[in-house]
C-alpha cells in the first residue's frame, strides 16, 4: 500500500501539487519552504544548485540556503554529496517527502474507513438511518476528542442495556469523560472497581445478629 501510494506521489501530473497543497501545513510546511520544495520536485536534474534556484525563485541565495537547511532539520529533504568525474556534485533527495505524504494520506483513508464503520454501526443497530442531527452528534463525540473505540463500546452498552438512543449513549460518554476513561480498559477497570464496592457493601449490610440466631436455632 505504502509503495503504491509513494509511486503516485512522485508523479509530477498535477498529483504531486495536490497533495502538497492540501497536507503541507501537517508537516508544519511554511509557504516560502512549500516554493522551495515545489522547485525541487519539478527539477529533473535533482541536483542543487543554490545560485540557479535563486534566480528561478527571486530570492537571495542566503534565503534559500535558510529555507533548505529548514527543511533538512524537518527531515524532508536530504543533500547527498556524489563524485563524478572527480567533481563532488550535491543531489537532492526528497524520498523523506514522499513517505510522510503517503503517511498522511493513508491515514486519512483509514480515518474515513473508520467513520464509515461507526455510521454503519450505529445504523445497524438503530434499524434505520442515521438523521442529520444524530450525524453531527456522533461528529460531536469524535470533536471532543473523544476515541472511535469509546464511542463503540458506548454503543455496545446502550445495546446490551435495551436503550438503543443516542441521547443515552451520550449519557454514557459524558459519565464515562467526566470520570477520565478513555479506553476500553479505562471502562473494565472502573466496571470491575464498581462490582467490588457493591459486594463489599453487601457483606457491610448482611444481617449478622439474625443469621447467629438462625443458626442457633437450628
Known amino acids: 500500500m505504502m509503495e503504491k501510494v509513494i509511486k503516485l506521489i512522485e508523479d509530477k501530473n498535477m498529483i504531486i501539487p495536490y497533495i502538497l497543497f492540501s497536507q503541507y501545513s501537517e508537516l508544519n510546511i511554511s509557504d516560502e519552504e512549500l516554493i522551495v520544495l515545489m522547485y525541487l520536485i519539478n527539477d529533473s536534474s535533482k541536483i542543487y544548485n543554490p545560485k540557479k534556484m535563486s534566480e528561478v525563485l527571486k530570492k537571495p541565495i542566503s534565503k534559500i540556503l535558510e529555507l533548505t537547511n529548514e527543511l533538512t532539520e524537518k527531515d524532508l529533504l536530504q543533500l547527498e554529496v556524489k563524485i563524478e568525474n572527480n567533481v563532488h556534485i550535491e543531489y537532492v533527495s526528497l524520498d523523506n517527502l514522499y513517505q510522510k505524504l503517503a503517511f498522511l494520506v493513508i491515514n486519512e483513508q483509514v480515518e474515513e474507513e473508520i467513520n464509515t464503520n461507526i455510521y ?72 470491575q472497581k464498581f462490582k467490588k464496592q457493591q459486594e463489599t457493601l453487601e457483606v457491610f449490610n448482611y444481617d449478622w445478629l439474625n443469621d447467629e440466631k438462625a443458626s442457633k436455632n437450628n
Do not use: C
Not at 142 to 169: P, T
Not at 173 to 181: A, I, R, V, Y
Open 120 to 191: 454503519d454501526n450505529f445504523e445497524k443497530e438503530i434499524g434505520r438511518p442515521l438523521s442529520p442531527i444524530e450525524f453531527e452528534l456522533i461528529n460531536g463525540w469524535q470533536s471532543s476528542k473523544i476515541s472511535d473505540e469509546l464511542i463503540l463500546l458506548a454503543l455496545k452498552e446502550a445495546v446490551y442495556h435495551g436503550a438503543v438512543s443516542l441521547r443515552y449513549i451520550d449519557r454514557i460518554l459524558f459519565d464515562w469523560t467526566k470520570k477520565g476513561l478513555k479506553t476500553e480498559s479505562d471502562v473494565m477497570a472502573e466496571k
